[in-house]
């Protein structure tokens, strides 16, 4: 869905970690486990489980990690010294409650964050506050969210680095007679113009051609660049096919000769049996597009009543 996806109010055990206001009493007892074989040797993964308590509020614990392979070691001449690892860690712990008759629901996540490279480390911690307004009737989703506010606990070395603070908004939008919902999601609210900037190529020359290079960045595309659009088709209660368009993402990471599918995004979800299988493929850049795949499960339905 385009890298992100805090205004969609379901039973999907996953959207918490993006959003804690989106944890609900549906996600009662759910646990997901998820997987991604990211660029090279680098594999990513994430657990989580939920659950709600009536009268005291919904809870939801998740552990994500990257682990970026093995490397080769060597001195400052070049000889090889050895092999070490690195990986980063994020154990995530969230809390929401819903008010006036379940339409809003306020949550907040406490992230404790470990990363680690040779010899290298680093800890951290910070939370998100969300709130989402859900009316089910009208089947209509808004959520405000301010993500990551916290700190740096311990650097890398002496120099405190700042936490990515990124305050989105979103709204999702079903239909009474059509199985689709539409999604459009503002991010990185906290500053208009955060496009990225090409230093080598603007101001100044082709490094290829050596003709004079002048990229201007319009009002509208530096809007779009917060902008990501998405759809949920579900013909079935078992089938869901997903799509989203990032475009940032198309205007920084896509090769201006080649541009491919870069931006955009799919994916499949099948219910078969008490196991939901989700697949979804990103095209991040030509260099390759991960596969995303999780499968999750409501333990209720494996207890014998």
Same mark, same amino acid.
């Given at each position: 869905?385009?890298?992100?996806?805090?205004? %969609?109010?379901?039973?999907? %055990?996953?959207?918490?970690?993006?959003?804690?206001?989106?944890?609900? =009493?549906?996600?009662?007892?759910?646990?997901?486990?998820?997987? @991604?074989?990211?660029?090279?040797?680098?594999?990513?993964?994430?657990?989580?489980?939920?659950?709600?308590?009536?009268?005291?509020?919904? +809870?939801?614990?998740?552990?994500?990690?990257?682990?970026?392979?093995?490397?080769?070691?060597?001195?400052?001449?070049?000889?090889?010294?050895?092999?070490?690892?690195?990986?980063?860690?994020?154990?995530?712990?969230?809390?929401?409650? #819903?008010?006036?008759?379940? %339409?809003?629901?306020?949550?907040?996540?406490?992230?404790? @964050?470990?990363?680690?490279? #040779?010899?290298?480390?680093?800890?951290?911690?910070?939370?998100?506050?969300?709130?989402?307004?859900? $009316?089910?009737?009208?089947?209509?989703?808004?959520?405000?969210?301010?993500?990551? @506010?916290?700190?740096?606990?311990? =650097?890398?070395?002496? $120099?405190?680095?700042?936490?990515?603070?990124?305050?989105?908004?979103?709204?999702?939008?079903?239909?009474?007679? /059509?199985? +689709?919902?539409?999604? /459009?999601?503002?991010?990185?609210?906290?500053?208009?113009?955060?496009?990225?900037?090409?230093?080598?190529?603007?101001?100044?020359?082709?490094?290829?051609?050596?003709? =004079?290079? #002048?990229?201007?960045?319009?009002?509208?595309?530096?809007?779009?660049?917060?902008?990501?659009?998405?759809?949920? +088709?579900?013909?079935?209660?078992?089938?869901?096919?997903?799509?989203?368009?990032?475009?940032?993402?198309?205007?920084?990471?896509?090769?201006?000769?080649?541009?491919?599918? %870069?931006?955009?995004?799919?994916?499949?979800?099948?219910?078969?049996?008490? @196991?939901?299988?989700?697949?979804?493929?990103?095209?991040?850049?030509?260099?390759?597009?991960?596969?995303?795949?999780? /499968?999750?499960?409501?333990?209720? #339905?494996?207890?014998?009543?």
């Amino acid at each position: 869905m385009g890298g992100y996806l805090m205004n %969609v109010y379901d039973d999907d %055990v996953n959207t918490p970690y993006l959003n804690p206001s989106l944890l609900n =009493p549906k996600m009662h007892n759910r646990a997901s486990l998820s997987y @991604i074989d990211w660029f090279s040797d680098v594999k990513y993964g994430y657990a989580a489980y939920a659950r709600s308590y009536k009268g005291i509020g919904n +809870f939801y614990a998740g552990m994500q990690y990257v682990n970026y392979g093995q490397f080769d070691a060597a001195d400052e001449t070049g000889n090889i010294t050895g092999t070490f690892t690195g990986g980063d860690y994020c154990l995530s712990i969230g809390y929401s409650r #819903e008010f006036f008759d379940s %339409v809003l629901t306020v949550g907040a996540n406490l992230k404790g @964050i470990v990363s680690k490279m #040779e010899s290298y480390g680093s800890t951290g911690l910070a939370t998100d506050i969300g709130a989402t307004y859900h $009316n089910d009737e009208k089947k209509f989703t808004a959520s405000l969210l301010f993500r990551n @506010i916290g700190t740096q606990l311990n =650097p890398y070395s002496t $120099n405190y680095e700042r936490m990515p603070i990124d305050i989105q908004l979103g709204i999702s939008k079903g239909f009474k007679h /059509l199985p +689709f919902r539409f999604s /459009l999601i503002l991010h990185n609210l906290q500053k208009f113009n955060f496009a990225y900037i090409d230093t080598v190529r603007t101001p100044g020359t082709d490094p290829l051609t050596g003709e =004079p290079v #002048e990229r201007k960045i319009t009002g509208i595309d530096k809007f779009m660049r917060h902008v990501v659009i998405g759809g949920e +088709f579900n013909p079935a209660k078992f089938l869901s096919v997903r799509f989203a368009y990032n475009y940032q993402r198309r205007k920084e990471m896509a090769v201006d000769t080649r541009k491919g599918t %870069v931006g955009l995004s799919w994916g499949i979800g099948i219910k078969i049996s008490k @196991i939901k299988i989700d697949y979804g493929r990103a095209a991040y850049h030509l260099a390759g597009s991960p596969n995303h795949i999780t /499968l999750s499960t409501n333990l209720s #339905e494996w207890v014998k009543k």
